[in-house]
């Protein structure tokens, strides 16, 4: 008789200790973080002393004028800035299981464009703010803010954090909106809220259409709440192991 080999079989050993579930934690931790990014950075708005696009020596007197502020306003921006890309992830978890391929979409605009911009743009450590709060030579810090204003690398991240913004959630929000795993206003508070605030030219306004945009994140928020662990999550398993002999007749 010839031998033949044939392909070991996957069996499963019981672990000696048993796997815990984490999933609703994981699930309850990503419903607090949903909603903290836009709120935070719509209280920014609402109470940065800085009206609209101006320039670099208007912003040092705005900041100088109001320098209580400028620690507060360090923290609400550092809470944008640190919970904007789970946030994100949560928004496609809920949306992917109704709209896969536009969530797919979304998503790989957003967190890329997300990505660039949070690790290239400098942060909440801002030029006019340092120049208050450290008491720096207004004249010098002008001229490195403009450097860093016709920096290319700086200008694509630019480019590619409003491309995420706007396109990235815009799709977001409306594959939410079609997932159906949502009420269709929270979709639609996601896609307006977050793709127009970077046009609102005053800053009042631009807090307002974050507003708008944390309510969609919040009804995300809601949405994973409701969740099941098995709707969350695979539950935890051993790893498959192979039996290391080959099997011959």
Request: hydrophobic content about 55%; overall charge negative; aromatic content about 8%.
């Amino acid at each position: 008789m010839i031998p033949t080999t044939e392909p070991a079989p996957v069996t499963r050993t019981e672990s000696a200790d048993p796997l815990h579930d984490r999933r609703g934690f994981w699930c309850i931790l990503l419903a607090i973080v949903v909603p903290m990014p836009m709120l935070a950075k719509a209280v920014y708005y609402m109470l940065t002393p800085v009206a609209g696009d101006v320039t670099f020596k208007e912003s040092v007197a705005s900041f100088e004028a109001h320098r209580g502020l400028l620690e507060t306003l360090k923290w609400f921006d550092a809470v944008f800035v640190v919970t904007l890309i789970p946030a994100t992830i949560g928004v496609a978890w809920v949306a992917r299981r109704g709209a896969p391929r536009l969530t797919t979409a979304g998503a790989f605009i957003a967190l890329p464009g997300i990505l660039c911009g949070i690790s290239l743009l400098g942060g909440v450590m801002t030029p006019a703010l340092v120049t208050v709060q450290h008491d720096l030579d207004v004249t010098s810090m002008a001229a490195m803010d403009e450097a860093l204003h016709h920096e290319p690398l700086l200008g694509i991240a630019s480019l590619l954090f409003i491309v995420g913004i706007v396109f990235g959630l815009g799709l977001l929000g409306e594959a939410l909106r079609r997932s159906r795993y949502v009420p269709a206003w929270v979709g639609i508070a996601v896609m307006v809220g977050g793709a127009t605030h970077p046009f609102i030219p005053n800053h009042i306004g631009q807090g307002i259409g974050l507003l708008v945009a944390a309510a969609g994140f919040a009804g995300v928020s809601v949405a994973l709440l409701r969740m099941t662990n098995d709707d969350f999550d695979l539950p935890a398993a051993a790893a498959p192991e192979r039996t290391p002999a080959l099997a011959t007749s």
